[in-house]
T-cell receptor, first 110, second 117 residues
């Protein structure tokens, strides 16, 4: 089975600062990769997904962006964070069948 | 439109008892998959069980079973013999399309389960 790694685990950033969250996958090749955000006490919102290197689809308009520079690497970025970007960010990957999640990054924008 | 509906925001259950978490879904795609995940307070999403739309039998994984009623578009999770460690948020999710499709999951709002001694 595949393993999803994410870092950092927690992050506190001021409004207007840049963001880079990294996700890497091991145990599978050519995975489909996803970034989700979860607001406190809420369900998961799909932000981006990728079916291959350089292929990114955005689900919701926002000031975030994603990139996939390598097959098993997925990066979530922002040039200027907003207060509303606070939340729990989860990376997920799937080949066939189940979708596995990373441990998540808890982002607080102050 | 909401594709996954979990009507129970929270539940209390006594240790060693069984609990049923409700999930209904909406899709016109004949091929789909249904998932249940557990999210403890640590935040990680733990995969519990999967049911494919063409599976003839209800899925089971240890103490977890999925009560799949296709005509009613219902996929309830049953946890038998609840343990204190089962206290967590539980999410139902659906993926439309064939099993080896790219697999975008749509999640319900979740049900918070608290197991009491």
């Amino acid at each position: 089975s595949q393993t999803i790694h994410q870092w950092p685990a927690t992050l506190v950033q001021p409004v207007g600062s840049p963001l880079s969250l990294e996700c890497t996958v091991e145990g599978t090749s050519n995975p489909n990769l996803y970034w989700y955000r979860q607001a406190a006490g809420r369900g998961l919102q799909l932000l981006f997904y990728s079916v291959g290197i350089g292929q990114i689809s955005s689900e919701v308009p926002q000031n975030l962006s994603a990139s996939r520079p390598q097959d098993r690497q997925f990066i979530l970025s922002s040039k200027k964070l907003l207060l509303s970007d606070s939340g729990f960010y989860l990376c997920a990957g799937t080949g066939k069948g189940e979708q596995y999640f990373g441990p998540g990054t808890r982002l607080t924008v102050t | 439109a909401q594709k996954i509906t979990q009507t129970q925001p929270g539940m209390f259950v006594q240790e060693k008892e069984a609990v049923t978490l409700d999930c209904t879904y909406d899709t016109s795609d004949p091929s789909y998959g249904l998932f249940w995940y557990k999210q403890p307070s640590s935040g990680e999403m733990i995969f519990l069980i999967y049911q494919g739309s063409y599976d003839q039998q209800n899925a089971t994984e240890g103490r977890y079973s999925l009560n799949f009623q296709k005509a009613r578009k219902s996929a309830n999770l049953v946890i038998s013999a609840s343990q204190l460690g089962d206290s967590a948020m539980y999410f139902c999710a659906m993926r439309e399309g064939v099993p080896d499709s790219w697999g975008k999951l749509q999640f319900g709002a979740g049900t918070q389960v608290v197991v009491t001694p």
